[in-house]
Each structure stands twice: as C-alpha cells, then as structure tokens.
C-alpha cells in the first residue's frame, strides 16, 4: 500500500508539556495574558467498555490525518479500514488496556490579548 521507505522514515514527534511549559511560551511569546489554566482527562469518566475501534480509529484521523496525509500522499481511506480491522481484531485486548492504561490530558487556558 505504500512504499517502505516512506513507512521506515515517517516519525511523529508527541511531546505533551507541562503547565509550567506552557505558562513560560505564553510569557515569552508576549500577545496574552493567562486568565485561567485547568487540567482535565477527558477519559476520566468514560465507561472503557463503550470504546469501540471505530472511535479510536477517528481519535487517530483526527490528530493525525494532516502529517499522514503530507507523508504518504492520499492513503486515508487504506488507513481507516487497516486500523479498524487491526483494532477490531485485538482479541486479547492489548489495545483497550493501553487506552485504559494511557493517561490523557487536555489543557484548557483561557487568555486575554494584551492591549
């Protein structure tokens, strides 16, 4: 489906930084003023049972349809359908333990432009 160079050479670099992190680019960068920063898992709540392939696969597209597309040019449609059936074939439920298992945050900071 695509070419094993482009697969041995495509790297995704996730880096989730911290409050503080983030707190000192918004400083330095200068154009807001921080009003308030919460820390929320999104997951927290969410029944894992409920997770389905077809849910985590759009988790997937939605991160990283952009960089898979600019790497591998328009394979989307392939990608969909190989990671549902990868998914959907997980019988000993590796994947679901590592969605169980993986912590998820999602920062929400509300600014203020500076005048």
């Known amino acids: ?6 697969f041995d050479s495509f790297y995704v670099p996730l880096h989730g930084p911290s409050i503080e992190e983030v707190r000192e680019i918004i400083k330095e960068e200068g154009s807001f003023l921080i009003k308030e920063m919460r820390v929320h898992d999104p997951t927290a709540e969410m029944n894992i ?3 389905s392939p077809s849910k985590f696969v759009n988790n ?56």
């Open 49 to 51: 049972a409920l997770s």
């Open 1 to 6: 489906m695509i070419d094993k160079a482009k």
């Open 60 to 115: 997937l597209i939605a991160l990283f349809e952009p960089i898979i597309v600019q790497h591998f040019g328009e394979v989307m449609d392939e990608f969909v359908r190989a990671a549902e059936l990868h998914c959907s074939l997980d019988v000993d439920g590796c994947l679901r333990e590592e969605r169980a298992r993986t912590s998820r945050a999602m920062l929400v900071v509300s600014l203020a432009k500076v005048s």
